[in-house]
């Protein structure tokens, strides 16, 4: 009898020390939080009036195993925060990503309707949109990503052609009144290019155009982006800029002008147009240096969508 007592006692002893022990903390996986700063487009219903924040902070609870999720919104209504709580909204699960999408008419918070869009923890992303007291929400993040943007090439001397694969990000800044437009994966099939001695359409890819402090104005369905000439950066197919350099000065090879992009954020595409200007040749010497001597005006339309497909529309 005082045996067993002993290895009963000496038993309970091994756990004790066991779970004390541990300095390993307990892994949840199954309930994750995740932290999303947004880009917020409120439009009043009635007075049509839209605005447009960036830099709102909501959060994300995520009970994977019952595929549900808790959310805090916070959304700009007639230039007030307001704070929403929702909890329980129902999740459907892409695969065995983490890309869940959720549509549902009515939350636990009566004044949040029709709330519908995606979450993908991974990235970390959420695209949505609600209807809140006669106002319609889109929310996004602040880079807005198209892929599988069709460029169409038109070079003026009917040539024509047309490139299906390319990315399209608008970076809108904190403030809205600015945005820059990256452009990445280009082919140009018909881009003047020197070849022996003379200037030739021939092949060329970039690897991305950026576009700088475009202007921006807010519409009813998202925001439109406008630039007489932009301030532009091209990277080639090597990875080199597209710059030249005279006398220590860069000067760009390509440039965007002429931009109007319009990005629709109910429906979750974008249009745009714009003049690719590729610079053939520059003045080198004297007080004209940097000034453009030849140029080849390509005129350019684009259309994309977003870059995860959703149960939004």
Known sequence: MRKTLFFAALAGLMLALTACGSDEPEIN??????????LTHVLNTTTHEATLTIGDENTYSM???????????????DGAKQV?????VALTRDGETYRFSFNQAQTSNAAVTNLRGIIDMSDP??????????????VNIPDVFFNQVSLNF?????????????NWITQVATGGQKANVLI???????????????FKRLGQFLQSLKGSDVGLEVTETGYRLTASQATTTGVDGTGLTTN????????????????????????????????????LTYDKEGSD?????????????????FFKDSNLN
């Open 184 to 198: 990445s994966d280009i082919e140009i099939a018909k881009d003047m290019r020197e070849a022996e001695g003379t």
């Open 29 to 38: 996986r199954d309930n994750r939080e995740m932290k999303v700063k947004a």
């Open 125 to 138: 992303m959420a695209i949505f949109q609600c209807d809140v007291n006669g106002h319609h929400v889109c």
């Open 289 to 305: 240096a940097g000034r453009p001597t030849q140029v080849d005006d390509i005129n350019v339309t684009a259309s994309g969508k």
């Open 84 to 88: 929403f709580n929702i909890t329980n």
């Open 244 to 279: 030249y350099l005279i006398d220590g000065k860069s000067y760009p090879y390509y440039t965007i002008r002429d931009l109007v992009n319009d990005v629709n954020l109910t429906s979750g595409t974008m249009t745009a147009s714009f003049v690719l200007r590729h610079v």
């Open 63 to 77: 009970h994977i195993t019952a595929l549900k999720a808790d959310m805090v919104l916070n959304i700009p209504i």
């Open 154 to 166: 038109d070079y003026g001397d009917d040539i024509k052609s047309t490139y299906n694969h390319s």
